[in-house]
């Protein structure tokens, strides 16, 4: 299997995602319509993500990777990562790049929610078979994408929000460390955690959000 580098440089590569793996299989069936290990030259896969400055995404790629490798090398023939590194139309210029470069199928991950579906709905015209991947971009599945897989903010919220009430007994102040400001990921999250502080521990704070790109340097910046 190639892996392509992206032409704007190595430090434009995108992490993976996690679950990866089961989103390129129903892409790859929807690409080549039929069992896509039966395709002559296998899928060209773009995968997208909108930041990747941080060690989450960085696991996240070597994990999508060795999925990939171990469970998808007869579907899959080469793989290109694109990251739009926190910038919206960085991030639409890349989509369109996809589509004009004829992928047979892309996974997005987009961190401004809808903003990239105009885009989306061009490649999916020109053919691309897109899964999206963690994050709604509003749409209509089977149109404009062909499957939707989303993490639950709302539940990831509430459970860190029940470990925290246990481990500080229901008492005390939290700060948060984000990725870009009031992005898709950890605003519902944030959002989900005050709820429940505010039904079942009254008693505990949620200061304030650092925004912080996700990664190390940013996040002691904004402590």
């Given at each position: 299997?190639?892996?392509?580098?992206?032409?704007?440089?190595?430090?434009?590569?995108?992490?993976?995602?996690?679950r990866?793996?089961?989103?390129?299989?129903?892409?790859?069936?929807?690409?080549?319509?039929?069992?896509?290990?039966?395709?002559?030259?296998?899928?060209?896969?773009?995968?997208?993500?909108?930041?990747?400055?941080?060690?989450?995404?960085?696991?996240?790629?070597?994990q999508a990777?060795?999925e990939?490798?171990?469970?998808?090398?007869?579907?899959?023939?080469?793989v290109e990562?694109?990251c739009?590194?926190?910038?919206v139309?960085?991030?639409i210029?890349?989509?369109?790049?996809?589509?004009?470069?004829?992928?047979?199928?892309?996974?997005?991950?987009?961190?401004?929610?809808?903003?990239?579906?105009?885009?989306i709905?061009?490649?999916?015209?020109?053919?691309?078979?897109?899964?999206?991947?963690?994050?709604?971009?509003?749409?209509?599945?089977?149109?404009?994408?062909?499957?939707?897989?989303?993490?639950?903010?709302?539940?990831?919220?509430e459970?860190?929000?029940?470990?925290?009430?246990?481990?500080?007994?229901?008492?005390?102040?939290?700060?948060?460390?984000g990725?870009?400001?009031?992005?898709?990921?950890?605003?519902?999250?944030?959002?989900?955690?005050?709820?429940?502080?505010?039904?079942?521990a009254?008693?505990?704070?949620?200061?304030?959000?650092?925004?912080?790109?996700?990664?190390?340097a940013?996040?002691?910046?904004?402590?």
């Open positions: 299997m190639t892996r392509h580098k992206d032409p704007q440089g190595p430090s434009r590569h995108a992490p993976s995602l996690c990866l793996a089961g989103t390129l299989t129903i892409a790859a069936a929807a690409a080549f319509g039929s069992a896509p290990a039966q395709a002559e030259d296998g899928l060209s896969v773009a995968l997208f993500t909108g930041t990747c400055a941080n060690p989450i995404r960085t696991t996240w790629q070597a990777e060795y990939i490798q171990q469970k998808y090398a007869d579907v899959v023939s080469s990562w694109f739009a590194q926190g910038d139309n960085l991030g210029s890349q989509i369109k790049s996809i589509a004009a470069r004829g992928f047979d199928a892309a996974v997005i991950e987009s961190d401004w929610g809808g903003a990239l579906l105009p885009a709905k061009d490649a999916a015209r020109a053919g691309v078979k897109i899964s999206i991947f963690l994050i709604p971009v509003d749409g209509e599945v089977g149109k404009d994408y062909v499957n939707v897989v989303l993490s639950d903010f709302d539940k990831l919220g459970n860190a929000a029940e470990f925290f009430i246990d481990k500080l007994g229901g008492k005390g102040t939290i700060i948060g460390l990725g870009p400001p009031n992005n898709t990921w950890d605003t519902p999250q944030i959002e989900a955690m005050k709820r429940v502080f505010a039904e079942r009254p008693d505990i704070t949620y200061l304030d959000t650092g925004w912080a790109d996700w990664n190390p940013s996040s002691a910046q904004a402590m």
